[in-house]
């Protein structure tokens, strides 16, 4: 595995640092195309739907992130293709099955990814209210 962070560890399907002078629509537009070969035409129909924010430590101490995060509904059938060289393979999963792996292999998981499967599962109703800890997930996804 090559990737130079977090290789072999499960991530969202597009993602991308967000470079100055492109809007944060444009760069998901663009990451859409470069980082699974998802066409034009269904990249704008990505819609922002929040951020999600957490801290981590480095050598100089804590270093706060935000993650914006937008949601994309592709055709069924789609499968997306590396056309970067940053993605090793795709897996498709139902959220059922992220919310799960998540849960309960975390260490599966890109760190910051599985703040956004979380977060994204909150705000489809697969976790709730009734999720023991609900208000303290809720509190850390916004650091």
Same mark, same amino acid.
């Given at each position: 595995l090559s990737k130079a962070t977090y290789p072999g560890k499960l991530d969202q399907c597009v993602a991308g640092g967000q470079p100055q002078g492109l809007s944060l629509t444009d760069n998901v537009i663009k990451e859409c195309e470069e980082?699974? /070969?998802?066409? =034009?035409?269904? &990249? !704008?129909? &990505? !819609?922002? #739907? /929040? &951020?999600? +924010?957490?801290?981590?430590?480095? *050598?100089? /101490? =804590? +270093?706060?992130?935000?993650l914006f995060c937008y949601d994309l509904e592709v055709p069924r059938d789609f499968e997306p293709k590396a056309l970067d060289g940053e993605v090793? +393979?795709?897996?498709?999963?139902?959220?059922?099955?992220? #919310?799960?792996?998540? &849960? *309960?292999?975390?260490?599966?998981?890109?760190?910051n990814s599985a703040l956004v499967v979380i977060d994204m599962a909150i705000r489809h109703g697969f976790l709730n209210g009734d999720e023991p800890n609900y208000l303290e997930i809720l509190s850390l996804l916004r650091r």
């Open positions: 980082e699974a /070969g998802i066409p =034009l035409h269904v &990249a !704008r129909t &990505a !819609r922002p #739907v /929040g &951020a999600v +924010s957490y801290m981590y430590a480095t *050598n100089k /101490g =804590l +270093s706060p992130k935000t090793e +393979s795709f897996q498709k999963m139902s959220m059922e099955e992220a #919310v799960h792996s998540v &849960a *309960n292999h975390v260490e599966l998981w890109k760190p």
